[in-house]
């Protein structure tokens, strides 16, 4: 069997061209983030500077105000940082992708949510589109609306 020059050219530019997607962060899908309670989620960590949040992402954004908090709404990304006196103090996953060390993501049925991450110390709140559970002393919350988490919230744990 024979091949040519340009044949052997185009299967190694093939090669070379998936070597630099899979080595590319964000080329071969979306970033598994790691959620950590009380810490943040991925790069985002609580306390950082309000003005990292777009670097440390790579996106530019238009921050909003609400009150007294400023808002950096991530949707492609699943994540929201909130800010308060110019310091990240709340941050939001919606994305399947984005799990805790347990495992737990959105998409999952509500009680995995609680079960496994709050220790049996459980607030709630109405949202517009569900209810959040609130673990007050784990640094978490978890939106939930038709029986599985929309969304998982990091804040700095209350004090016992």
Known sequence: ???????????????????????????????????????????????????????????????????????????TL?????????????????HAFHKTAAGIHPGQIWSDGILGMCGGMVLTSELSAGVEFSCPFAGISFEVNNGRITGIAVTRPARR
């Open 1 to 75: 069997m024979r091949t040519n020059r340009r044949g052997s050219i185009s299967v190694t530019l093939c090669v070379m061209v998936l070597m630099v997607m899979v080595a590319l962060p964000g080329a071969a899908g979306p970033a598994r983030l790691t959620i950590i309670p009380g810490v943040g989620i991925g790069p985002l960590t609580l306390g950082m500077r309000a003005g990292q949040v777009p670097r440390v992402l790579r996106k530019e954004v238009t921050p909003k105000v609400s009150g007294d908090r400023v808002i950096y709404d991530f949707p």
């Open 78 to 94: 699943g994540l929201t940082a909130w800010a308060s006196d110019d310091h990240v103090v709340r941050v939001r996953s919606k």
